[in-house]
């Protein structure tokens, strides 16, 4: 199964990447730079299905103390971070040419950014608090209250002024556009998935490593 996901993975980018470079025609107002469009609203999605699955992580972690779904948090939370990181660094890469700056305090930006910085906190609970049950039920209890950052960053645009906004609340794309799309979509679906699954992974065979050990420790004369 694995070499079927990386398979299906590899392919899905390769496709994506098609589409966006040769199959989707060029905007006629922005120009070649609305390519990023693909790649950031990508991002944007696996990002807040990342933060929702360090919340399902965070909750299944209080109610059953099992580590799987502390592992399932800790992972999300660190592809959350880097897809996140991919938003806020395509976004301005974007918005320098059509916007003018590379960066405005407008609703969707500013709460993407609030969030991020909001998901780095938690992985630095987990990184510099003591290993054990204690950090493991304080880290699930940020990742539960983070996740209603993630709701704003979604309807940012429905919640403040017109006046305030650079982001539309709506596009009408060409329907070899809107393909691309979704093609991109997939691809950072399938790409999400196979990253999770990798990291969960590790983190299942250190936990196994550390349980090796402390056995034999207590087995040592």
Known sequence: MWRVHGVLTLLAVVGALWAVFVYAPTERQMGLVQRIFYFHVSAAISAGLSYFL?????????????????????????LGVLFSLFVLISGPLWARPIWGVFWRWEPRLTTMMITFTIYVAYLMVRSYGEPGERTQRFAAVVGIFAFVMVP?????????????????????????????????????????????????SQLGNAAKLVQLIHQRRRIAP
């Not at 209080?62 to 999300?76: E, F, P, Q, S």
């Not at 691309?180 to 990798?198: E, N, P, Q």
């Open 54 to 78: 360090v919340f399902v992580g965070s909750v299944g972690y209080l109610r059953t103390r099992h580590d799987r779904w502390d592992r399932l948090g800790l992972a999300a939370a660190e």
């Open 152 to 200: 704003f960053v979604r309807y940012s645009i429905n919640l403040w002024a017109a006046d305030q906004q650079l982001h539309p609340p709506s596009v009408d794309l060409d329907p070899a556009m809107a393909t691309t799309k979704y093609v991109s979509y997939i691809a950072f679906a399938l790409l999400f998935g196979y990253l999770l699954r990798l990291r969960l």
